[in-house]
């Protein structure tokens, strides 16, 4: 009888899922969690900055016409590839892509004063270390502005921006899940980052509730639950609340309090998560190190209910 340790796995997630995470300083992080789950083979679709959609649609592309797209060369591949399992790692469901960028409207939804935009125009500041992906937002935010959130409070009126993007998400994963249900695929669904950054305060508390009462009442949602009681899917953490978050919970899981002033700078980010240190890169990258990946591990073998991660 096949265990896990037969298996070749798809999966497809952000940069918190590749094989090799790279930084600002041309550091290699080669141990990441994909790599320490026990699987025979994985094979890793995950992309840089992409959305919830793109990786989503290579995931359909491998099993639907045996192709996978060359980043590098812009191009499709064929292959024969055959998988016994499907993982999906979802990022923030607010990023989007255009035929000529990647977006990411948060940076700008809650975060829009002047001296962001400050920092923005000298690609410098202590909330953003490398300023290239803001740089390509200004334009972006300029035209489009923030969520009427104030219609939201007065009127009830969730944003349409917001609306579509938690549809789009939906409807990818809906036909993801059946296509692995028709091949007999078994596929889990995790949020791996939080479902949108949102602004502290009390907006924060309404728009997290009209959020998650679109995503629970969405008729698309009834669907991938109907095939989640067939067992043709699992749905880890729905409807992604905090506590059900992978890295969130690694996160709250290991803060440690840090004095020094300097080392507070270091640690610092966009977000102000000083408590970090022990987890992730630093100096403004709140991407997992090697502990934080064998942590994400260990957490996701725990959530499907597999064994132990890969000895070092």
Not at 48 to 69: H, K, M, P, Q
Not at 88 to 112: C, E, G, M, S, V
Not at 151 to 156: I, P, Q, T
């Amino acid at each position: 009888m096949k265990t896990i340790n037969d298996e070749t796995v798809l999966l497809s997630g952000c940069s918190y899922s590749v094989d090799v995470y790279t930084t600002k300083n041309q550091e290699h992080y080669e141990n990441t969690w994909p790599k320490l789950l026990p699987f025979k083979d994985i094979i890793n679709l995950s992309l840089r900055g992409a959305s919830n959609c793109e990786f989503i649609s290579r995931v359909i592309d491998f099993l639907l016409a045996d192709t996978i797209y060359d980043e590098a060369h812009r191009n499709f591949k064929t292959h024969s590839k055959k998988v016994d399992r499907v993982i999906i790692a979802l990022t923030q469901w607010d990023r989007f892509d255009t035929p000529y960028d990647r977006i990411f409207p948060h940076y700008f939804w809650w975060f829009n004063d002047e001296e962001l935009q400050e920092s923005i125009k000298k690609n410098e500041g202590e909330r953003f270390v490398d300023m290239t992906t803001e740089k390509k937002m200004l334009w972006w935010h300029k035209r489009y502005g923030s969520p009427n959130i104030e219609d939201l409070k007065e009127n009830g009126n969730m944003p349409q921006e917001m609306i579509k993007m938690i549809d789009s998400i939906l409807h990818s994963l809906l036909i993801l899940a059946n296509i692995c249900a028709q091949k007999n695929i078994p596929l889990h669904i995790f949020q791996m980052l939080e479902v949108f950054v949102l602004p502290d305060g009390k907006d924060k508390t309404i728009l997290e509730g009209e959020i998650f009462k679109r995503i629970i009442h969405s008729p698309l949602t009834k669907k991938l639950k109907e095939l989640e009681y067939q067992k043709k899917l699992e749905l880890i953490g729905f409807p992604f609340i905090t506590g059900s978050i992978i890295w969130e919970d690694v996160i709250e899981e290991n803060r440690i309090h840090l004095c020094d002033e300097l080392e507070k700078t270091r640690y610092r980010s966009w977000s102000n998560e000083f408590e970090t240190a022990n987890v992730t890169i630093g100096d403004g990258d709140l991407h997992p190190n090697e502990l934080g990946h064998k942590l994400i591990a260990e957490k996701v073998l725990n959530k499907l209910n597999l064994k132990k991660v890969k000895n070092d």
